[in-house]
């Protein structure tokens, strides 16, 4: 069975650390990536995906992902976290059928001023 | 706000209850979908419904029925829900489901449901 595996379920930084969030997808067939955040009492958010084309996913919030094939990999990347970056991160892929999404468990991150 | 509103947002309830949650899309989108967020664990596909026809049942226990009366409502109907029911229920929409490319799904805000 599809599934995905974010390696830490939470992590703590200070501000303007940089912050790397692990995910890997067992599938090997193609595949789309996301990465989804909720931040504290809101509604989840699409952050970046990744289709086709250049690995390196630019998104919103200068958050970026890079999608390495080789490795099942799709792990997220801010250079310099802020306080407002609170928030749980969910990594997700697609494949083969249609609209359905299969999510990791959530990673969530708290910055501290 | 995403253009999907969920009711109620808080939701407490004894095990022999019957309740229901609400979903409705301004979106004009025609897929709807029910998730289970438990801590700790992935989201959990439960439900698709695209133009009001139900196409997938995450082998869901029947304590929990929906329905999608048209495609800018969707209600999941509750009964005799266990303590292990607990869990944010999130509600998403998206244009169609049943198309090859995909397509962005929209969430609700979710509703708390503590089943005591």
Known sequence: ?113 | ETGVTQTPRHLVMGMTNKKSLKCEQHLGHNAMYWYKQSAKKPLELMFVYNFKEQTENNSVPSRFSPECPNSSHLFLHLHTLQPEDSALYLCASSQDSQRVSYNEQFFGPGTRLTVL
């Open chain 1, 1 to 113: 069975a599809q599934s995905v595996s974010q390696h830490n379920h939470h992590v703590i930084l200070s501000e303007a650390a940089s912050l790397e969030l692990g995910c890997n997808y067992s599938y090997g067939g193609t595949v789309n990536l996301f990465w989804y955040v909720q931040y504290p009492g809101q509604h989840l958010q699409l952050l970046l995906k990744y289709f086709s084309g250049d690995p390196l996913v630019k998104g919103i919030k200068g958050f970026e992902a890079e999608f390495i094939k080789s490795k099942f990999s799709f792990n997220l990347r801010k250079p310099s976290v802020q306080w407002s970056d609170t928030a749980e991160y969910f990594c997700a892929v697609r494949s083969g059928g249609y609209n359905k999404l299969i999510f990791g468990a959530g990673t969530r991150l708290a910055v501290h001023p």
